[in-house]
Nanobody, 127 residues
Framework: QVPLVESGGGLVQAGGSLRLSCATS????????MGWFRQAPGKEREFVAA????????VYGDSVKGRFTIYRDKAKNTVFLQMYSLKPEDTAVYYC????????????????????WGQGTQVTVSS
C-alpha cells in the first residue's frame, strides 16, 4: 500500500491560483510515477497531469496545458500540482495517483495505469 494524502484544495476566484500537494509515504514511494486526475459532478474522471518516476518527464491534459505545472520533491515524497489562471470549468475533485510503470521515464495518462489513489481534494473556482 502507498498511502496518498492530497491537500491544498479550496475556493478561489477565476484567474487565481492554487497549489495541490500529494504526500506519499514508504521507502519505495519515490519509485512511482505520479498523476493527477479530476472529476466534476456528472462527468467522467479526467486526466490532468503526470510526472515520471525520474521526474524528468511530464505530460498534461489539453484543458490545462500552459496553466498547470506538475513537479515532485523526492526528498519530501511529495508531488505538487501548481495551478494558475484557474477557470470555473476547473472546478472538480482532484485525485492524486501512484503507479509503477515500465521505465523510469514512463508516464501514465490513463487511470487504470495507476495502482493507488488518494481520497481527493475539492477545488472550486468561482466566476
Amino acid at each position: 500500500q502507498v498511502p496518498l494524502v492530497e491537500s491544498g484544495g479550496g475556493l478561489v476566484q477565476a484567474g487565481g491560483s492554487l497549489r495541490l500537494s500529494c504526500a506519499t509515504s514508504g521507502r519505495t514511494s519515490s519509485r512511482y510515477a505520479m498523476g493527477w486526475f479530476r472529476q466534476a459532478p456528472g462527468k467522467e474522471r479526467e486526466f490532468v497531469a503526470a510526472i515520471s518516476w525520474s521526474g524528468l518527464n511530464t505530460v498534461y491534459g489539453d484543458s490545462v496545458k500552459g496553466r498547470f505545472t506538475i513537479y515532485r520533491d523526492k526528498a519530501k515524497n511529495t508531488v505538487f500540482l501548481q495551478m494558475y489562471s484557474l477557470k470555473p470549468e476547473d472546478t472538480a475533485v482532484y485525485y492524486c495517483a501512484a503507479g509503477i510503470l515500465s521505465t523510469a521515464q514512463a508516464l501514465g495518462v490513463i487511470a487504470h495505469e495507476y495502482d493507488y489513489w488518494g481520497q481527493g481534494t475539492q477545488v472550486t473556482v468561482s466566476s
